[in-house]
Antibody
Framework: EVQLVESGGGLVQPGGSLRLSCAAS????????MTWVRQAPGKGLEWFSA????????YYANSVKGRFTISRDNSKNTLYLQMNSLKAEDTAVYYC?????????WGQGTLVTVSS | DIQMTQSPSSLSASVGDRVTITCRAS??????LAWFQQKPGKAPKSLIY???SLQSGVPSKFSGSGSGTDFTLTISSLQPEDFATYYC?????????FGGGTKVEIK
């Protein structure tokens, strides 16, 4: 059974940093592209980052480019998201997802709140 | 960026109804379209990819069609567990983009 478990969310001040993790199991992590999607409170889904299976290719939406970094450790079956220079508009539930084009499985999400 | 427009934004339907949701892309995306279902407070679930292929384990009451710019998701006989919000997503061009969602409510 595919399992994706996000962690690392919480309350952070504007301008601060946070690192999210997504622990994967139930599939061959190193053979699969991965994606991050977020959802602001009461809003729709927003794709913002993805990474190839090897980690050699990364993709970002303009809204996070230069502030967020996606990475992975295939030896630990873990996906990461380093978030810097956080803004109030980054407040959202952050989902990791298996696949890139397309997504096939989703994690349960972790809430990030950017507020002073 | 490719804009994805879903219609309607919400609908009310009864158990047993046939429901169709439309998704339109601002430019051609071949058949690189996915559909997702999200229930309140839960993570999305993948339903369909490549416009018409069912993800593993998704019941056949869900079907998708379309190519180019116009796509549809059909639920053949609405059941209580199908009341949710449905999103389309194009994965032809970066940035990948979602539609605004269609909320399916009980009449």
């Amino acid at each position: 059974e595919v399992q994706l478990v996000e962690s690392g969310g919480g309350l952070v001040q504007p301008g601060g940093s946070l690192r999210l993790s997504c622990a994967a199991s139930g599939f061959t992590f190193s053979s699969n592209d991965m994606t991050w999607v977020r959802q602001a409170p009461g809003k729709g889904l927003e794709w913002f980052s993805a990474i190839s299976a090897s980690g050699g290719s990364t993709y970002y939406a303009n809204s996070v480019k230069g502030r967020f970094t996606i990475s992975r450790d295939n030896s630990k079956n873990t996906l990461y998201l380093q978030m810097n220079s956080l803004k109030a508009e980054d407040t959202a539930v952050y989902y990791c997802a298996k696949g890139r084009r397309p997504i096939d499985y989703w994690g349960q999400g972790t809430l990030v709140t950017v507020s002073s | 960026d490719i804009q994805m427009t879903q219609s309607p934004s919400s609908l009310s339907a009864s158990v047993g109804d046939r429901v169709t949701i439309t998704c339109r892309a601002s430019q051609g995306i071949n058949n690189y379209l996915a559909w997702f279902q999200q229930k309140p407070g839960k993570a999305p679930k993948s339903l369909i990819y490549a416009a018409s292929s069912l993800q593993s384990g998704v019941p056949s009451k869900f079907s998708g069609s379309g190519s180019g710019t116009d796509f549809t998701l059909t639920i053949s006989s609405l059941q209580p567990e199908d009341f949710a919000t449905y999103y389309c997503q194009q994965y032809n061009n970066y940035p990948l983009t979602f539609g605004g969602g269609t909320k399916v409510e009980i009449k």
